[in-house]
């Protein structure tokens, strides 16, 4: 039987209409949209673009919620669902949730910070060649002298020292770093106002020590003709970069692409991105996605 022309035209509109409905039915498979978080910082901001540059390569649809404030603001609003990811550093982070914890190495922070997450929320594997954490540093001549290399060498002369304490700017912020250095009870502290303030101080001996708040590779320069002491036994608790999420709003193939992030980011890596965003006035969202391609992910 052959059919009206009216009646063909209509199955063929019902033949695109229902082949219309599938597409859109297949996209929307692809699961809800992953908010990452960024607080105030530089470094929030670029691990933000970095882990959304990620999942979306990873088949995730992504947004970026910037500017959420301080540790308490975005973890508040992780809690309630406004967002769903935010980069994080693991010793700061167990520091905040568990004040006592009194764990320090590489190897036993992952654990105790598991333990110390509120319900529903769960970490990825840590960046462990990000090494985040503040620096003791002198000046060359006091460590030379006093063959002084590295933080457990100065701990037992802690409580005769005066230590100035710098800033490094732009990073996510750490708790109280005097009371993480280990074994170390300075004679009297002095805040300076940025790196440059405490190298001065240093090579004209008003202090004896100084503590950065973070690698000084986020400010090239802070260290000239200084030593920056070793710190293999982590009297300073390790803070290594890692992601920080709602319980099952990732699938494997997401949660393995975050993983090969923290393969290879490093400290170098996450330096650099801060001061193209802080000096040169990148965009975050590129400088992401250029170092996502760089490492193939």
């Known amino acids: 039987m052959v059919l009206p022309a009216s009646l063909r035209m209509l199955a063929r509109v019902l033949v695109v ?7 859109s039915c297949g996209n929307s498979a692809d699961g809800a949209r992953i908010t990452v978080g960024a607080g105030d910082s ?5 691990l933000a673009e970095i882990y959304a540059g990620a999942l979306a390569r990873a088949g995730a649809r992504t947004s970026v919620a910037p500017h959420l404030g ?12 406004r967002i769903d990811l935010i980069g994080e ?10 004040p006592e914890n009194a764990e320090r190495t590489p190897d036993k922070v992952p654990t105790a910070l598991s333990t110390s ?18 620096r003791v540093v002198l000046s060359a001549e006091t460590a030379t002298h006093d063959n002084l290399r590295t933080v457990g060498d100065l701990a037992p002369r802690c409580d005769a020292l005066t230590v100035g304490v710098a800033p490094i700017p732009n990073l996510i912020a750490l708790p109280q770093t005097l009371e993480q250095v280990a074994g170390c009870h300075f004679a009297a502290t002095v805040s300076f106002p940025d790196a440059a303030a405490l190298r001065n101080a240093l090579l004209d001996g008003q202090v ?3 503590l950065l708040t973070g690698p000084p590779a986020v400010v090239p320069g802070s260290t000239d003709g200084l030593t920056i002491l070793s710190d293999a036994d982590y009297a300073i608790r390790t803070e290594n970069v890692l992601p920080l999420f709602r319980k ?8 393995e692409k975050l993983n090969y992030v923290a393969g290879e980011l490093t400290t170098d890596d996450l330096a650099k991105l801060i001061r193209d965003v802080r000096d040169n006035g990148a965009n975050p969202a ?4 250029k170092w996502l391609d760089d490492h193939s992910l």
């Open 89 to 98: 550093h693991n010793g700061a982070l167990l520091a905040y949730l568990d």
């Open 70 to 81: 301080s540790r308490a603001d975005y973890l508040a609003a992780l809690d309630d669902g």
């Open 248 to 255: 099952g709003i990732l699938d494997d193939r997401q949660l």
């Open 42 to 46: 530089v470094e929030s901001s670029v």
């Open 286 to 289: 590129e400088v992401a996605r």
């Open 17 to 23: 209409a229902t082949a219309t409905l599938a597409v």
């Open 208 to 210: 004896q020590a100084g």
């Open 117 to 134: 997450l509120p319900e529903g929320l769960v970490v990825s594997d840590a960046a462990d060649g990000t090494d985040l954490r503040p």
